[in-house]
């Protein structure tokens, strides 16, 4: 049981390009969530799903695009990658009706210069 | 709009100390309000959580104090050890709404 497991855990990426990171969980859990921790500024959600094939947008979603297509798995795209994407990105997972108990992956930590 | 307040944001304290993290909110509607705990290099963890309907609740050396007319709640860790030095973040939710998180308060206990 590997919980919610995130690829890549480090990447540099150059201003305007584009990439995904992967988010995989085998608990199968309805909820998968991403959120970016920027220094100080907390845990900040950038979209959400509670089922394959639904998506939402939470507080930060532009530049960003998320698809889920099946219950395992969330990928999280970025579009022409900007400095102020320099962030710390978790993916995070649970039941239905957990009433907020999530499992966080150990996230990607991605720089864009 | 930040809708869960924390504070400090760092606080050093004494081994044996009882370091307290604030919280307060201003949405009604929240009713589950969980701490995580995050060490560096990882994904944050779930902690302790409480709902509306108790002022306190215990597991170990972690307690939390909800104050419902006030809209605040706070965590007390008693004894606290260099092991408990870590980031933790207050956050709220309501049903299965997404959790609302507050900005993190760096603890750092010393021997």
């Known amino acids: 049981n590997a919980g919610v497991t995130q690829t890549p855990k480090f990447r540099i990426l150059k201003i305007g390009q584009s990439m995904t990171l992967q988010c995989a969980q085998d608990m199968n859990h309805n909820y998968m969530y991403w959120y970016r921790q920027d220094p100080g500024m907390g845990l900040k959600l950038i979209y959400y799903?509670?089922?394959?094939?639904?998506?939402d947008k939470g507080e930060v979603p532009n530049g960003y695009n998320v698809s889920r297509s099946t219950t395992e798995d969330f990928p999280l795209r970025l579009e022409l990658a900007a400095p102020s994407q320099t962030s710390v990105y978790f993916c995070?997972?649970?039941?239905?009706?957990?009433?907020?108990?999530?499992?966080f992956g150990e996230g990607s930590r991605l720089t864009v210069l | 709009q930040q809708q869960v307040k924390q504070s400090p944001q760092s606080l050093i304290v004494q081994k044996g100390g009882i370091p307290i993290i604030n919280c307060a909110y201003e949405?009604?509607?929240?009713?589950?309000f969980p701490w995580y705990q995050q060490f560096p290099g990882k994904g944050p963890a779930l902690l302790i959580a409480?709902?509306?309907?108790?002022s306190e609740k215990k597991e170990g050396r972690f307690t939390i104090s909800f104050n419902k007319s006030a809209k605040q709640f706070s965590l007390h860790i008693m004894d606290s050890q260099p092991g408990d030095s870590a980031t933790y973040f207050c956050?709220?939710?309501?049903?299965?709404?997404?959790?609302?998180f507050g900005k993190g308060t760096r603890l750092s206990v010393i021997a």
């Open positions: 409480i709902r509306p309907d108790v």
């Open positions: 956050a709220a939710t309501s049903g299965n709404t997404p959790l609302v």
């Open positions: 799903s509670v089922g394959a094939g639904i998506t």
């Open positions: 995070a997972s649970n039941r239905q009706g957990a009433d907020g108990e999530l499992f």
């Open positions: 949405n009604t509607a929240f009713d589950y």
